[in-house]
């Protein structure tokens, strides 16, 4: 019986692993593999982590079953070996893991600084400021563009754009947009963007992303906002600048339709 | 205010024991007891009944992941709203006061409040806590705690309980109208909260006192079991950081009642109410909210792990590897813990400077735990272990912390919680660490220090089922919810399959409820032995388990005032199969069985310690 | 083994060091507050504080210290009817104290510097004048309605119980309460003319009557882009002062509406500044009957006392010290 319970903690970490081995086959993972830079260096660091993590685990696993184990294997009354411990071992295993951790917290710095701090988004987000704004509010995404041509004000403005739920970026360029809410707090979470950012009452926060490829993404809301924070779904249509350009033109000639059709506005 | 009294009446009390037995009522003796022993089991009996409370709200939050928008069975037709099938409304209500019960009803008072006031004056021979009324108040102080908890299920109808979370983030907490049905609820829910924070303030204050001055002669500080020392540093951080909840309870609790601004900013309209006015900052709330609940997460977690460190040197019959680092560390993780709260907000929007800042610590505040976890490995390696339900319990629990404690790695990276933030990965790390650390630590801790309790062992094959089956329970449902957690599926989600991404995920939903039934069924095993064997295990002596510690000199119940004898300390609480513990003939040394050389002046040096 | 101080008084400093972080959330979240918000009131006459009633409540807090100091020095000496006279001083100092903090609180209270009452914007104090004018007028109506001086179906309806006050007012034999009624149809219509100018946003002066035919002619022959002129603050608060200079009904409109006096941040102040001495308050009167109970013993006073003694100037001084944070932080700076 002795010997049972010793396999038994060896036995665990093993399906362990085994679910984690298996779980990208069948969809248990990532939904997407990360579909914008930032977004990649992210994972790279989740896959390190892991790996730092995978180690650890195996050792502290199986060294707990190992001793389970080496005492399982003993007679009964063998005796304990009576020790208080041990300077240096103690110190290894202080020092190694501090230099692992502090290693860990370095290297992160700058994907971290990258992703909020202003002064390191990239230069492009600079120059082009921030290209709308999404309202989150109960239980719904609101965006907001400035009027084709001018650029955006914390203000709407009389010329401004509206949509709901539906965010079209122009693929290939880093994008920043303003993030608010008009009610409690949300959260923007796009998984395969892997970006998650608060949208906090009272503030105007910047964020940005870069998709390559143009396609439909995920947005849903991330923080508690009440009954209906399940269903919060947008989606960020990323698409070339030209389809970009055009959609907004077309928003602005609905918008600005007033139902009546005159020649004029057909030749627009 | 006898709480006011000095209290040296410590050791001298023989004369009191005499006509207490003739004088006490049943009333006095049981319920409204003053005795530490009495307040440390009707703690631990309430809270074992929260357990299945917060238990059962768990599994209805896992029925309506696993088969959305179905009635339950049986309980269903409670339910308000159609076909007794979940609201939206009510999942908010339901994960928000099983986190609530579970935490502030079950984890802290099982910890601090049942083996706390039973073990600490045990442990450092004292007869009894230095403030006895301020004891029995803390207790008592738990039932209005439960009261309002339990009546924001119900002044609003089923329906409409707290619905903000049991982080009560603001705004969704501070304007009555951003969910709906929680008006009066959640006011209740944070009266709840003040109320159990003052039970802690009471408690913690009462334990620092008694550790820093009832130890009994020779108990100095570096002979007191880890156990004890757990339970100092826990009333450290609870008397220091629990103040700030309880202010900013107040704070928001005046922002719903009374009609202050300190976490509303100005012109938000919720539901089409009136705009605010004001200009508070919803995020003071969150900065306050974790000051305390960041080291709350260290309240829930040291003394199982001072207890662990108690049981594990026991059952493996083998000094605790590395004492004095086990003390240092459990300092460090309590120093540290009051730094590292921001590791909750990476992405609430505050100043990214402090995002740097409080990864690093929090990447720091792993190393004590590393160094914890090596020495309990240590403490096994080479021991004589004895597999019984105890040392089980202990070793699923440091296996269990180490998975919780690396999935903590992953968050405290910040780039990488940008995208873990609010995802299953965070409730698979906490529940590793909650329900896979403490419990387990409980569970062992319950069993262990059951014979001194009732003066009866509890059935111990039927507690090995227990662990199996609470151990494969636990992993089937909470390991998978790391990949959950991967997938991206965000937590607090009524109905996450209404996202394409996350269509994929029902099945294994399933399974993680199936685990849990699994794990809620092996619940009811533990209580069944409890209570069971409460009137009918075997009856046992002083000291079963051949442990070492002063509590094991006692009586099994201890009487009145405890020991019959004051005891004195010689010794650390450690040295199982010691050359001394060998010269007697066994491989346990009472901490109160004084040297050779000693024993002769033994009966005279006690008699002085006790004058 | 243990350190050579008495439980109780452990365990009260510990208590201490827990309440010290109590109002370390309070200061710690008042600053947060205050540096995170552009502006703060910090003029007297926004925030109705009263630098000097503060500084002589520092003093006299100080003082009851040190008598409580003497006090307890006293029983250590076994001199208890000294110590019951110093006792007696600290808690007529304490009620000093209190008393003129209900000075300080009134002033607040009557200016309307509560939480969530004052306005911050123009507009705001714009919409409280009309606001409160409405009141006034509906307190006037219900002394006619409920004196059944006139008989209406709906006593909420101002329009009708106006329609048919005008009607009582003009009829014979009402009285003196028809005389007044006169004057009170007349606030009403005031009122009303206010009221409809700021739900329009139009100006008083430039522009007759918000609904009636003038305003809509005016509107009317605006052209695209164009608007009408937009009410001014100034004009309301004119408009408040000859309401309020007027013989008949001027006396009412004074004590029922406050001059507009926007404070930017006013709200955040005023809440603040409610719990912070609020919450000292309560510690101020919880201190109080910790000396009751040896004041209470009277002539019994004895040596048993002493710790309490002790024990409750040791927290009396841990009140004085927070007021003594909190003097300068919301007093001064
Ligand atoms: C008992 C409770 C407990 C404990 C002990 C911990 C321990 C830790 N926690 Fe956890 N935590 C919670 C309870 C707890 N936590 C709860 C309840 C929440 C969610 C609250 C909510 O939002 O509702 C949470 C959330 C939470 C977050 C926020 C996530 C988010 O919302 O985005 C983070 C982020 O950093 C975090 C980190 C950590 C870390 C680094 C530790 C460390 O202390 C762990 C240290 C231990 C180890 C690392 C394992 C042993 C060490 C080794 C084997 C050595 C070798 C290791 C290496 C070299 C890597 N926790
Ligand atoms: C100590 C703390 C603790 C413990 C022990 C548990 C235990 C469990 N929790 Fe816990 N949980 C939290 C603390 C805890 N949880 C916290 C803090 C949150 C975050 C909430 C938030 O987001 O605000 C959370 C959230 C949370 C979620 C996420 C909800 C969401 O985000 O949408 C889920 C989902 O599966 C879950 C499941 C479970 C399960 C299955 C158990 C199981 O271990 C339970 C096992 C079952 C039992 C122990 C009961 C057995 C009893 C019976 C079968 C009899 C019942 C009958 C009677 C009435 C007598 N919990
Ligand atoms: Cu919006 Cu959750
Ligand atoms: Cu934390």
Redesign the pocket.
Known sequence: MKKFWALFFFFWPVVAIWSCWVAPARGWWFPTEAMSPLGERIDGLFYLILGIVTVVFIGTQFALGYVLWQSAVKGDDEKAEFSHGSHSLELIWTVVPSFVLVFIALYQMDVWAEFRVQSFYPNQTQEDGPRLELTARQFEWRVRYPEPGTELKNQPQPGDLYAVNEMHVATGRPVKFNLRTDDVQHAFFAPELRVKQDAVAGLIIPVWFEIPKAGDYDVVCAELCGWGHYKMRATIVAEPQRQVDEYLSNLQSEQNFDGVVTVDDEDE | MATVSPAIESHSDDHAQGHDHHEIGFIQKYVFSTDHKVIGVQFLATTLIM??????L??A??WQ?AFPWQTMPIVGKLFAGEGGQISPEFYTML??M??SV??FL??IPILAGAFGNFLIPLQIGADDMAFPVLNMLSYWFMWPAMFFFFASFVVGGVTAGPAA???SYPLLSALTAAAPGSGAAQTYWLLGLTFVGVSSMMGSINYMTTIINMRAPGMTLFRMPLTIWSMFITAILQAFALPVLTAAGFMLLADRTMGTCFFVPAGIIVNNAAPTVGGGQPLLWQHLFWFYSHPAVYI?LLPAMGMVSDMLSCMCRKPVFGYKPMVYSMSAIAGLGFIVWGHHMFTSGMNPALGMTFMTSTMMIALPSAIKTFNWIGTIWGGNVRFNSVMLNCSGFVAMFIVGGLSGIFMAAVPVDIYFHDTYFI?AH??YV??GS??FGVFAAITFWFPKMFGRMMNDTVAKWHFVLSFIG?NG?FFPMHLLGIVGMP???ADPYLHPYLEHLLPMNQF?TCS?IL???A??LLLGNFAYSIFFGKKCGRNPWGANGLEWSAPSPPGHGNFDVPPVCYRGPYEYSSPEAEALGQDFILQTEPPPDMKKTAETESAEATA | MGIPIPNSKLGLWLFLGTEIMFFTAFIGAYIVLRIGSPGWPTDPKDTHILVLMGGINTFVLIVSSYFVVVAHEAMAKRDFSRARRYLTYTMGLAFVFLGIKSIEYYGKISHDILPSHIAETPTQAINKVDRELEQVVRQRFAVYTDAEAIDVAQPDDLATVSAQLDVFAKSEGGGDDAKSAIHDVALYRKWQNLHQHIVANVSLEKVPVATGPGYLAAREALSEGESLPALEYAEVKAELARLKSDTNYGGFVSAGVLDPHPVLYGNLFASIYFLMTGFHAIHVIVGMLLFARPLLQGNNLNEEWTDWVENSGLYWHFVDLVWIFLFPLLYIA
Do not use: P
Request: a positive charge; glycine letters at 10%.
């Open positions: 357990l299945m409370a917060g238990g059962a768990a599994l939050v896992r992941l994960f928000t099983h986190a579970m935490i079950v984890i979370g049991w982080t829930m409730v906490f529940h909650l329900f403490t419990l636990f449902a937590r607090r989600y993680i849990a794990m809620g069924f619940q009811i």
